[in-house]
């Protein structure tokens, strides 16, 4: 039966060509589209499912309550290792790592700059990185041992041992290699090409011993059986019973989870990549039901071509379960060749949305789980698309039908319009996104931040460079060049602040009710200058005056937090300094528009000074970056030049988005192509059903216009209608998509104008091909034979 189904399904494709290869080039952009977005939420999902014991690993989390303002931290106090390890049973293994550094190693006259962490003696025990030289046991418990990766190794002894070997890190003195470990895999969220020991890092960072302060970031992997959830409520209020006055709830967040739901609101997971993992994935089941929907329309349009096929095959003794195997065999045989055509597509593409999405995504067919996805997308699809058809065909009548009075009932004609209407509700809806997230995205771009962030350079303060001297000398010889009209120095960039107190800023009347967490930036002279920031009361540091050290500006929200009648020369104490507020700069956006604009305070400590910040003038950008090179080789030969755009990186903090954005577009453009084709198909079929109608009516006077007209209006309706359907769903969807975002634009009615425009457009210029050569044709060959 099976050969017979094949012979019979080819028979038919070559007789009906034109169809089949609609169908089949339908199909097969849909499944393309659709693989490529599972392997995409395959990829993300897979993110740190690597590690042994995942499900037993979590990371140390905090809730701080500031006045009702909750802000959900990674960041620990120092203390917290060992009070837990020492006090909690349920804790096996607890290490506390850094955030992300850099580190320059020497060896052998040559230097390497390098990411990695500072970790604590549990961190080998928890996560999964295989050791090809050395052993876990023991790892990072002496101080002046570390760790390097396969690749790190290479680069700097080649094929020999490293155990043993010598290494100098810049600033910090010689270490001994004690073990090289496996690279981190490409759905690792943490990446680290070295690991030193924690120990000689904490002695040199007192404040770590303060149970008041946050400033490293703890994992734990917790014993067998363990339900973390009953654990959290044992460890809610652990650093407020060691610390007297303190805002921190602590809880553990499991791992396995931290890199799709890294968003928090209110103290709870909010959001996060899961929300673009979701969105892609109902994305790709809507892009293979509207090929689905294209296939049944076409079959079951054509219906009136196999009636006698049917009515014949049931005389002579075929059952409808039969009829129904042949048809689906059909569907299922053409989705199967587009699954095939769809991976070899796949295989092309793959390469192009990697460097679209700076993503690590692959295919092969030898991988058995991808192409039992891709073989089971085709089997999926060929049984949905073809199981209607199979059913509508199957039941015909073979009395009517040979007859020759077999016409198709007004209910599948119905259902046709319905599935044609759904897939404009699904088009539509995609348009109404796109533009959404382009005109977002406009906005976020052009947004004023309330600095200038053109034309501005950064690069880090380090090696010999990391002196005042030197820094002062730099900084001199920068302004010596005529591309440059300003510098200065930062404790971070204006976009990535990174640090924060509770604290310690105070002032008369400050009650204990009154918690904020200001940010704080520690500058040098001209850093509002450099920025072209707007001072609205007081004055900028002045270089004149040393007791500006003691003294602070601050923003409007600073202003508004410290609720005194005028904030302005008000005495405050900041950190050990007793000063006052000098001025109040206008409230700019040191974060993502996601978030709101906190308080933040400036204060004159270029020593803490972590950046170099230059103003370019615009006229000569290269020779500006150049001369920065040769000045930065000739001061700090050991360290390799590396800088930054200010602007460049603000549009990294929304990297997320835009590529969601372009992914929106292609994918978008892709579901209306393959409307599009089904839309083709129709309105070929309607135009060759309809042919002696238009005959006639030529003969009776009518024009060419009002013939296209007449042919278009069926489906015109059936998109105004899926427009109708589609313009509230995603104006609900979209607004709540940008709730996200504190800063935001407000959904016009002109988005809906326009895509409502483009699918009509697009409709009538699909459908008036076939309506013109309908309307065009010479009435004598259409009525030739009535």
């Not at 399904?9 to 290869?21: D, G, M």
């Not at 490293?162 to 100098?168: D, K, N, P, V, Y």
């Not at 302005?568 to 300094?577: A, E, K, M, S, V």
């Not at 084709?677 to 005959?695: H, M, P, T, V």
Request: net charge neutral; with cysteine.
């Amino acid at each position: 039966m099976l050969q017979t189904i094949i012979k019979t399904a080819l028979r038919i494709f070559w007789k009906e060509r034109a169809y089949a290869f609609l169908n089949v080039l339908g199909l097969t952009v849909g499944i393309t589209a659709s693989m490529l977005l599972f392997l995409y939420v395959q990829s993300e999902r897979s993110v740190d499912q690597f590690h042994q014991d995942i499900d037993r690993i979590y990371q140390v989390m905090e809730n701080q309550d500031y006045s009702g303002t909750i802000f959900t931290t990674s960041a620990n106090p120092g203390p917290l290792k060992d009070a837990l390890k020492a006090e909690m049973p349920e804790v096996e293994y607890f290490s506390q790592l850094t955030w992300e550094q850099e580190r320059l190693f020497l060896h052998n006259g040559q230097s390497f700059k390098e990411r990695g962490r500072v970790a604590s003696e549990d961190f080998f025990h928890i996560f999964s990185n295989e050791f090809i030289e050395g052993t876990r046991e023991n790892s990072l418990t002496e101080p002046s041992v570390l760790y390097l990766s396969k690749s790190l190794k290479e680069r700097i002894f080649g094929q020999e041992p490293a155990i043993g070997q010598t290494l100098t890190v810049n600033g910090w003195g010689e270490y001994k290699v004690g073990g090289v470990y496996e690279d981190a895999p490409l759905n690792a969220s943490l990446k680290f090409d070295f690991v030193l020991p924690y120990a000689p890092w904490g002695e040199r960072n007192a404040w770590l011993q303060d149970w008041g302060n946050n400033g490293i970031r703890g994992v734990v992997k917790l014993q067998a059986g363990v339900d973390y959830q009953e654990f959290n409520k044992k460890i809610k209020g652990y650093v407020k019973e060691k610390n007297e006055g303190s805002v921190v709830d602590l809880f553990l967040f499991p791992f396995k989870d931290m890199y799709l739901k890294e968003s928090f609101e209110n103290g709870k997971a909010s959001g996060g990549r899961i929300v673009y993992v979701r969105l892609f994935s109902i994305v790709a089941v809507f892009i293979l039901v509207i090929a689905c929907i294209n296939f049944m329309n076409l079959a079951t349009a054509r219906s009136t071509k196999r009636a006698k096929e049917v009515g014949v095959k049931k005389v002579v003794g075929s059952s409808r379960r039969q009829l129904v195997f042949q048809f689906i065999g059909e569907s299922v045989l053409m989705s199967i060749i587009s699954a095939i055509l769809s991976g070899l597509l796949v295989a092309l593409l793959v390469p192009s949305l990697n460097e679209l999405i700076n993503g690590h995504l692959s295919f092969n067919f030898e991988n058995i789980n991808q192409l039992a996805l891709l073989l089971g997308l085709g089997l999926v699809v060929g049984v949905l698309a073809g199981s209607y058809p199979a059913v509508f065909l199957s039941g015909f009548k073979p009395v009517s039908v040979l007859k020759g009075s077999f016409k198709t009932s007004g209910w599948s004609n119905g259902l046709r319009k319905g599935l044609v209407i759904v897939q404009f509700v699904i088009s539509t809806f995609l348009i109404i996104s796109t533009l959404v997230i382009h005109e977002q995205m406009e906005f976020v771009k052009n947004k004023n931040l309330g600095y200038n962030k053109e034309n501005i350079v950064y690069l880090p303060i380090e090696g010999d460079l990391a002196s005042e001297e030197s820094a002062r000398l730099f900084m001199a010889r920068v302004l010596d060049n005529p591309n440059f009209s300003n510098i200065t120095v930062s404790s971070n960039t204006p976009i990535n602040i990174g640090s924060s107190t509770s604290g310690g800023y105070r002032w008369e009347g400050k009650t204990e009710e009154n918690e904020t967490l200001f940010n704080v930036l520690q500058v040098g002279h001209n850093f509002i200058e450099t920025l072209n920031m707007e001072i609205i009361e007081g004055r900028s540091f002045d270089p004149n005056l040393a007791t500006d050290s003691l003294h602070v500006i601050i923003n409007e929200q600073t202003a508004k937090a410290m609720n005194v009648e005028n904030p302005l020369n008000y005495p405050i104490t900041f950190w050990g300094r007793t000063g006052k507020v000098i001025g109040i700069v206008k409230d700019f956006h040191f974060s993502s528009l996601h978030q709101s604009i906190d308080p933040i305070v400036i204060s004159l400590r270029p020593e803490n000074a972590s950046y170099f910040i230059a103003k370019m003038d615009g006229g000569n950008t290269q020779a500006g970056i150049e001369y920065l090179e040769n000045l930065a080789k000739e001061m700090n030969p050991n360290y390799p030049f590396t800088y930054n755009f200010l602007d460049e990186s603000y549009e990294n903090l929304y990297r997320g988005e835009t590529t969601i954005g372009l992914l929106a577009n292609y994918f978008s453009g892709i579901a209306i192509f393959i409307s599009l084709l089904g839309l083709f198909g129709l309105a070929s079929f309607a135009a060759e059903q309809r042919i002696k109608e238009i005959g006639i009516r030529k003969v009776l006077g009518a024009s060419l216009g009002s013939l296209m007209l007449i042919m278009s209006k069926s489906f015109l309706v059936l998109v105004g209608i899926g427009f109708v359907i589609a313009a509230p769903l995603s104006n609900w969807f979209m607004n709540d998509w940008l709730n996200g975002f504190e800063y935001r634009i407000a959904i016009g009615t002109v988005v809906f104008v326009l895509a409502g425009a483009a699918a009509l457009f697009i409709t009538v210029l699909t459908v008036s091909y076939h309506a013109l050569k309908a309307a065009s044709t010479n009435p004598v060959k259409s009525l030739r034979y009535e």
